[in-house]
């Protein structure tokens, strides 16, 4: 157990809808990261925040978004979904913003239908 | 941005022999060079990382090198045993406090009785 929280576990949706997937951080990691990893592309990072503000971004797709608060989750929300957008999407925090150890979540496993 | 590669895409031994994964990366600035293990339907674990400070770094069964120079660096797991079967992930991150973790498209290690 990394001491990363993720919920739901998985998620089954239509396409165009709309999802939230939530993290929560290892007690006092600061930094929060999202990945995607699906069959074909491997694990691609989407973005990272560091206490509150939003630090790196990677290929993610306009229509998704994500916000870091002030007790420290994160939630990626993710719209007008596709059948593509179908994946496991994981969470990863560290204990600050410089290149380090990042734990895992158990992730969210999206299906689109 | 930084791309990383690595080979071989699947890796087939006999337990006790060694596996040997390698990437390559193109930035310069990157920095941190952890290897991650990624059971099936599990999260990534790190199992080892590395800095551009060091050439070398041993720990017990695993061994990763890195060359600055020639932009690469190598996994080295001897005495394989069945449990090292997974999915092994290299990654790149530089440096800063934008520390994304750039992935490469993982080895399926494969350790046979």
């Known amino acids: 157990d990394s001491g990363v929280t993720q919920t739901p576990k998985h998620l089954i949706t239509a396409t165009g809808q709309r999802v939230t997937l939530r993290c929560s951080p290892r007690?006092?990691?600061?930094?929060v990261y999202w990945y995607q990893q699906s069959l074909d592309q491997g694990l691609q990072f989407l973005i990272q925040y560091y206490n509150g503000e939003e630090r790196a971004k990677g290929n993610i797709l306009e229509r998704f978004s994500a916000q870091q608060f002030p007790d420290l989750h994160s939630e990626l929300n993710l719209s007008s979904l596709e059948l593509g957008d179908s994946a496991l999407y994981f969470c990863?925090?560290?204990?600050?913003?410089?290149?380090?150890?990042?734990?895992f979540g158990p992730g969210t496993r999206l299906t689109v239908l | 941005g930084e791309n990383v590669e690595q080979h071989p895409s699947t890796l087939s031994v006999q337990e006790g022999d060694s596996a040997v994964i390698k990437c390559t990366y193109s930035d310069s600035a990157s920095n941190y060079f952890p290897w991650y293990k990624q059971e099936l339907g599990k999260r990534p674990q790190l199992i080892i990382d590395?800095?551009?400070?060091?050439g070398e770094k041993k720990d017990q069964r695993i061994a990763v090198t890195l060359n600055k120079t020639a932009k690469h660096f190598s996994l080295h797991i001897t005495e394989t045993q069945p449990e090292d079967s997974a999915v092994y992930f290299c990654a790149a991150s530089p440096t800063g406090t934008a520390s994304k973790l750039t992935f490469g498209t993982g080895t399926r290690l494969q350790v046979t009785l």
């Open positions: 990863a925090s560290s204990t600050a913003g410089g290149p380090r150890e990042q734990f």
């Open positions: 590395i800095r551009s400070n060091v």
């Open positions: 007690s006092g990691d600061l930094s």
